[in-house]
């Protein structure tokens, strides 16, 4: 049986961070004690004008390279996590990919917005489960900061820019213990950007728009569920968890999510003060983070979850 385990991380924040006071310095009629109470939200980071998804994650992926102590040329599969793609078509995978001077990998994009990176994530790992492919490069990646309404500040306060990447190999020890995912399109319009491009022009409304109570009611639903569901998958008990690295929303999802599990906040990996929401790059930034600031060592017991639009949810439980 093939198992298949990380053996690098990597992220990237682009440029300086941005505080709550600078937003409103910027015009929008909030403040940082509303925002950090609500959320736990104090900073942020955006893109520059001219830097794309792929641009994101090319930084992070040579980081978890680096890490893996592997080459480009050594991925055979690159998945990227993104609802801010550089262009329509090709996938950024594909560019991606070109700019890690890279020809053979199979490359695509996944969409599945906040939980993107699980998705990618549990897709890779059936790949290499399967024995078709060996090293993959899991991404997510986005520039939310382009999708927000400015003149919303219910919600674009929320969210930052950023990317992380693992590199996922073939292994004879188990890396990933259980994997989950789900999806109800029931719920497609409590968290959309509901347009397009059609015949030249943009149809439909291009910015991000929420339903903030009912996404958060879910997200605490479908986190706990989740994280029981695969503990129960791998046969262990919660009390052997080291560490919970949940999509970074809000503070208090979190929180509420770890006091229904009963699991002391200091197992939760915590990022949402210093990135906000990088949706699909949230978990693999977190991730990274807690890895290189030696919080997270080998053989500890992680679990990663993700919840975003569609609705979409899942998580994987891994020996790290
Ligand atoms: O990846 C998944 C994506 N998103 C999430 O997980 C987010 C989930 N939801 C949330 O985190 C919370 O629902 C929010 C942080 C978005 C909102 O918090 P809330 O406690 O649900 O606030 P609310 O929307 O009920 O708004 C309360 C008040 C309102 O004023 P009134 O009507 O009570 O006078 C809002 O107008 O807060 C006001 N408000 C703000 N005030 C200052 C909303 N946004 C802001 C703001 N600054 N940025």
């Known amino acids: 049986m093939t198992f298949c385990r990380i053996t690098g991380t990597g992220s990237y924040l682009p440029g300086s961070p941005v505080s709550n006071d600078d937003l409103v310095a910027r015009g929008i009629e909030t403040s940082d004690e509303w925002i950090a109470e609500r959320t736990g939200i104090r900073r942020r980071h955006f893109a520059a004008d001219d830097e794309k998804s792929s641009d994101l994650a090319l930084h992070a992926c040579r980081r978890a390279l680096e890490a893996a102590g592997r080459l480009a040329q050594d991925i055979d599969l690159i998945i990227v996590a993104t609802s801010t793609p550089d262009q329509v078509f090709p ?49 997510g990646s986005e520039v939310f900061s382009r999708i927000l309404n400015w003149d919303d500040r219910g919600t674009c306060v929320l969210f930052g820019d950023g990317a992380g990447a693992v590199v ?13 995912l789900h999806a109800d399109g029931h719920y497609h319009d409590i968290l959309s950007v509901p347009g397009t491009v059609c015949g030249g022009k943009v149809s439909g409304t291009p910015l991000l728009q ?24 791998a ?22 999510t770890a006091r229904r599990l009963d699991l002391p906040m200091d ?46 949810w899942g998580g994987a439980l891994l020996r790290f």
């Not at 046969?235 to 509420?256: E, F, G, Y």
């Open 168 to 180: 996922l190999e073939a292994s004879d020890e188990p890396g990933i213990l259980s994997s989950v």
């Open 91 to 139: 996938s950024t995978a594909c560019l991606l990919q070109n700019r890690l001077e890279n020809r053979t990998a199979v490359a695509f994009d996944v969409q599945a917005v906040c939980a993107g990176f699980v998705y990618a994530l549990t897709i890779a790992e059936k790949f290499i489960r399967s024995g078709s492919h060996k090293c993959a490069l899991v991404v």
């Open 267 to 312: 197992k939760v990996v915590v990022t949402v003060a210093d990135h906000g929401n990088t949706s699909a790059a949230s978990v693999p930034l977190a991730l990274d983070l807690a890895v290189r600031d030696g919080r997270i060592r080998r053989g500890q017991l992680v679990m990663l979850e993700g919840v975003g639009g569609g609705f979409t």
């Open 235 to 256: 046969k262990l008990p919660m009390t052997a968890l080291d560490w919970l690295v949940p999509h970074q929303a809000n503070v208090r999802i979190l929180q509420s």
């Open 210 to 233: 929420m339903d903030g109570q009912a996404v958060f009611k879910f997200a605490v639903r479908v986190l706990g569920d989740t994280a029981i569901e695969l503990m129960d998958a």
